[in-house]
């Protein structure tokens, strides 16, 4: 009986901790639009040493974290690659260092976020090239479709995107918004709420028209931006990682509400 009673009393207490931890991180999400913590594993996965050499040499966002954050993202990369598919289209053929640099484009978008493996998808398709589309019976370099659950990608213009880290033009970054985006708008947890609220005020943004003329004078954004809120929002990303003082300079508003976005405030980088 005793036994049974300490029992039931460390239910309860473990039931007021859980309460009052929500209280206090939906004040932190109500003043200050971020999760109390973001960073907590028991165990930390990693990765086998031919992939971490690559993630070491290869990952410019990974070189730049501190020692502790680098296990995290390290953790992050591989539990990544364990819990999608990976499926090649038309002969494409995934090496190790494939998947770690697909990963490092989610992982890196998702740095700042809690929960940060999603259901809006299961798997990540790659074809050699630009491919043709079933959906919308059109050739594309990326999609997500939420209906098949996968992020499609053309590995020519993935790879471009990471080699060429000035351009603005970044698929990964792209596609793996667009997913976000949708789970956002589907998921109760912390970090999803919090990128969808920003994802309505940057659509609130886009409604007013000296902003749209003003995006379109300043010459920055391809016109593809402008397609509509969903493209914007994704392109805006692509900025934000690549020219970031330019989005900064240009757009300060659109940057910050990125920065939060993303959780980015706290995050501190290597120059």
């Known amino acids: 009986m005793k036994f049974i009673y300490i029992i039931r009393n460390t239910s309860v207490a473990l039931g007021f901790i859980g309460v009052f931890v929500n209280v206090l991180e939906s004040l932190s999400v109500y003043f200050f639009n971020k999760p109390l913590f973001v960073h907590f594993y028991l165990t930390q996965k990693r990765l086998p040493k031919s992939k971490k050499q690559f993630l070491e040499e290869s990952i410019r966002f990974y ?53 940060y493996l999603t259901n809006t998808f299961d798997k990540v398709i790659v074809y050699p090239k630009v491919f043709f589309s079933n959906t919308t019976k059109m050739y594309h370099k990326g999609e997500f479709n939420p209906a098949l659950k996968a992020v499609v990608f053309s590995w020519e213009d993935f790879l471009l995107g990471d080699v060429v880290l000035n351009d603005n033009l970044n698929l990964g970054i792209h596609e793996f918004t667009h997913a976000l985006t949708f789970h956002g708008g589907k998921s109760r947890d912390v970090s999803a709420r919090i990128f969808y609220k920003l994802f309505t005020e940057i659509t609130s943004f886009m409604k007013d028209d000296s902003n749209i003329e003003q995006i379109k004078k300043s010459g920055y954004f391809r016109e593809y931006a402008l397609t509509n809120k969903i493209e914007f929002t994704a392109v805006i990303m692509e900025h934000f990682f690549e020219t970031p003082e330019d989005l900064k300079k240009k757009f300060p508003l659109l940057y910050k509400k990125i920065k939060i976005m993303l959780n980015y405030n706290s995050l501190k980088l290597k120059s």
């Open 63 to 115: 070189q730049k974290l501190n020692d502790k954050q680098k296990r995290y993202f390290e953790h992050r990369v591989t539990k990544f690659i364990r819990n999608y598919d990976f499926i090649g289209r038309e002969g494409f053929e995934f090496s190790p260092e494939v998947k770690v640099l697909i990963a490092s484009s989610y992982v890196k978008l998702t740095f700042g976020m809690r929960k």
